[in-house]
């Protein structure tokens, strides 16, 4: 337990962040989850437009330390790759 009270008030602040940054995280995991099903359905067009808020939602979290730079980059990498496996090419 904190002594002092500015140590309490870290305490409790530490807290409302611990709460807000599971928020956060679980809404990002939940839109690359959307994303993944809606490629697997085979639905590209939808998946094109989903990606968009796929990235900005990554861009958000790097920008906040959700996540490190790094990691948003390669699960945009990733992520944008599985879009152009699933896309027909045309080949003529």
Request: proline share 2%; no cysteine; aromatic share 2%.
């Amino acid at each position: 337990m904190p002594n002092t009270d500015a140590a309490k008030r870290a305490l409790r602040e530490s807290g409302r962040r611990q709460v807000l940054n599971l928020r956060k995280k679980r809404e990002l995991l939940s839109v690359i989850k959307d994303y993944k099903k809606t490629i697997e359905t085979g639905d590209t067009a939808g998946a094109a437009g989903k990606l968009v808020n796929v990235f900005k939602k990554l861009d958000k979290a790097a920008h906040t330390n959700l996540i490190k730079k790094g990691k948003a980059s390669r699960l945009k990498s990733r992520l944008s790759k599985r879009l152009v496996v699933k896309t027909p090419t045309l080949e003529g």
